[in-house]
């Protein structure tokens, strides 16, 4: 290691320069870009012959080093004429260079094995998988990254044009371009070596966890107009998702469309039978299910008309002509659903700014891993995934809920777990009725819902999402006309919460289970 070290900033030029690709788009232009410039290039197996059927000079690197190929190709880049070529410092190992016969490669352009793709594929095997593992190509992109002041390295096709024209234009390229160049190609590397680490190790929440993501897109602004924002996707992401949508029409989405269609479209992935989730600043104001979508979507959106209004639509089924006519006599923001009849997509055309988003086909929500930031780490958790049935449940009071009620309960609960707590929703008839989020006050947020659902609450069932402290809640839903409340229980309190529905004739029901969500 230099004691020393001093680093080039001065234009170079490229006289010389490997080029070994798995994606070999443009690639073939790009080198005859080179040749018409004197550039040497040499290269390897594929890439070696899909230049030649260009007519283009080639020298392959078998020949270079005078080793050649072993092992099936996994050894052929990995060779002191290619490394050291690379790697050499132009103004301190020239001797070292000139005694072992060493030239300068004063390009690099490399880029690896789609281990991304391999791991997605059904039929992939440990096996496959490490077979996909690129040795040689992440060598020399990082020779040449860290080489930065003599060498520019290039591993993405898009940045072809870059060198070209400053060569066309200036003839060498400058050390800004190869530093840039230089940062993105660490950051390549890196991933490789994120999604290698997370298909290996055996443990979800492990010593070390990384993550890697790659741009989406650009947005306007964040949460607010002074803050900077743009979308990222998990590499060889292609499930059916918000950033995977088509977009049939409508503007740009921003920050809080795609929190707030996530948001929505994980509830109503929650459902088997036909559904329509109704989603405002991070909470489903109206949620129903039922067998007409039509009729769903109307006693959805009514649930909660005034919250409606600007929100997000969901459902789980095709949306048909009668549904769209229905959406395009309000307002709102965004329309998104597995697939969208034709006659649909047209009628949406009236509503020109209306974002109209096609998901693709979805079951159910996956387990996952749930990463939120906080000054100086992460915080990483299971998503919510878990499932109630009526096997969980446990009454605990001297009134008994019907089947009605209990099966209006587990629905409760499946949307309950996505508004944010402390939260408390009242449904019947398989539909929403009001809806307390984000209280800072349990009975706070019971006294919202109960005005939000104002006279029809009578007869329904009341959900809350973590167990109660005090009997006030329940107090307060007296006279109401509440026949029923699903909770998780555990207070040192519940059993005067228990007597609480006694003396007020109503049931109580313990899940056993919280459904907090910060």
């Not at 230099?2 to 010389?16: D, G, W």
């Not at 230049?51 to 080093?65: A, E, F, G, I």
């Not at 003599?150 to 066309?168: F, G, H, R």
Request: glycine content about 6%; some cysteine.
């Amino acid at each position: 290691m230099i004691n020393n070290p001093t680093l080039n900033k001065n234009p170079i030029s490229i006289n010389r320069a490997i080029i070994s690709v798995f994606n070999k788009i443009g690639v073939t232009e790009f080198a005859q870009a080179l040749a018409k410039h004197g550039v040497e290039i040499l290269s390897t197996g594929g890439t070696a012959r899909v230049l030649r059927k260009s007519s283009l000079p080639v020298v392959d690197v078998s020949d270079y080093t005078n080793f050649p190929e072993i092992m099936d190709g996994r050894v052929k880049t990995i060779n002191p004429m290619v490394e050291g070529g690379i790697l050499g410092l132009r103004d301190q190992h020239t001797n070292d260079a000139e005694n072992n016969d060493i030239k300068w490669i004063d390009l690099v352009v490399c880029n690896l094995y789609p281990f991304s793709e391999t791991i997605s594929r059904k039929d992939c095997t440990d096996a496959l998988a490490l077979e996909n593992v690129d040795i040689g190509g992440p060598t020399m992109i990082r020779s040449a990254a860290k080489n930065v002041g003599w060498v520019a390295v290039i591993v993405d096709p898009d940045d072809y044009s870059i060198i070209t024209n400053e060569i066309n234009t200036h003839g060498e390229i400058p050390f800004d371009t190869r530093k840039l160049l230089s940062s993105k190609a660490f950051g390549h590397t890196a991933q490789y070596d994120t999604l290698i680490h997370n298909y290996l190790k055996d443990e979800k929440l492990s010593e070390n966890f990384s993550i890697t993501f790659q741009k989406h897109s650009e947005m306007r602004y964040g949460e607010n107009p002074h803050q900077s924002a743009a979308s990222y996707k998990t590499p060889g992401n292609n499930e059916p998702n918000i950033l995977n949508a088509i977009i049939h029409q409508g503007k740009k989405l921003s920050y809080n469309n795609i929190m707030d269609a996530d948001g929505a479209l994980a509830c109503v992935r929650e459902f088997d039978e036909p559904a329509c989730v109704v989603v405002k600043h991070a909470n489903p104001c109206g949620v129903a299910v039922g067998n007409d979508l039509l009729d769903v979507y109307n006693r959805a959106f009514n649930a909660d008309s005034l919250s409606a209004f600007g929100g997000i639509i969901a459902f789980n089924r095709t949306c048909t002509p009668a549904i769209a006519e229905a959406i395009t006599t309000v307002f709102v923001e965004i329309v998104l659903a597995p697939c969208f009849d034709v006659e649909a997509l047209d009628i949406f055309k009236k509503k020109k700014n209306l974002r109209v988003l096609e998901i693709g086909n979805f079951g159910k929500r996956d387990s996952k891993l749930e990463v939120r930031n906080v000054d100086g780490g992460l915080l990483i958790q299971d998503v919510d995934t878990k499932l109630l049935s009526q096997d969980d449940l446990e009454v605990v009071t001297k009134k008994q809920p019907s089947s009605e009620e209990i099966e209006t309960a587990l629905f409760t609960w499946k949307v309950l777990r996505h508004a944010k707590s402390n939260g408390i929703l009242i449904a019947k008839d398989k539909t929403t009725v009001g809806l307390g989020a984000g209280q800072v006050s349990r009975v706070d947020a019971v006294h919202m819902a109960l005005r939000k659902g104002s006279k029809n609450v009578q007869g329904a069932v009341l959900a809350s999402d973590a167990f109660f402290p005090f009997r006030d809640s329940i107090d307060a839903i007296k006279d109401s006309g509440i026949k029923t409340v699903l909770q998780p229980g555990g207070s040192v309190r519940d059993q005067e919460i228990i007597d609480a529905c006694n003396e007020h004739g109503i049931s109580m029901i313990f899940t056993g289970t919280r459904c907090f969500k910060h």
